[in-house]
């Protein structure tokens, strides 16, 4: 089993190579590469719900994000508290 840094950079890479080939293709493909965009979106809010639900300060998510503990709440405290309903 794949370490949790293998798969992301695997996923990292396979991003970057889809990019290139988009960039010789059609609009179809370019949407469907923006469409990622949306996973991308998700995937981020269920990890950070994970981690609250599993006791990680908001401090601690922000820190892990780059940014500021009220703007990590502001930004995924919906799907926290949707997820622990």
């Not at 995937?43 to 820190?63: F, N, P, Y």
């Amino acid at each position: 089993m794949r370490s949790t840094e293998e798969l992301l950079g695997a996923v990292r890479r396979m991003l970057r190579a889809a990019a290139l080939r988009v960039a010789n293709e059609g609009e179809w493909e370019l949407a469907e590469l923006l469409a990622l965009q949306t996973d991308l979106d998700w995937a981020i809010g269920q990890a950070v719900a994970g981690q609250r639900i599993k006791g990680a300060s908001w401090s601690r998510i922000a820190m892990g994000t780059g940014g500021r503990r009220q703007s990590a709440q502001e930004r995924w405290g919906r799907v926290v508290y949707e997820l622990e309903q």
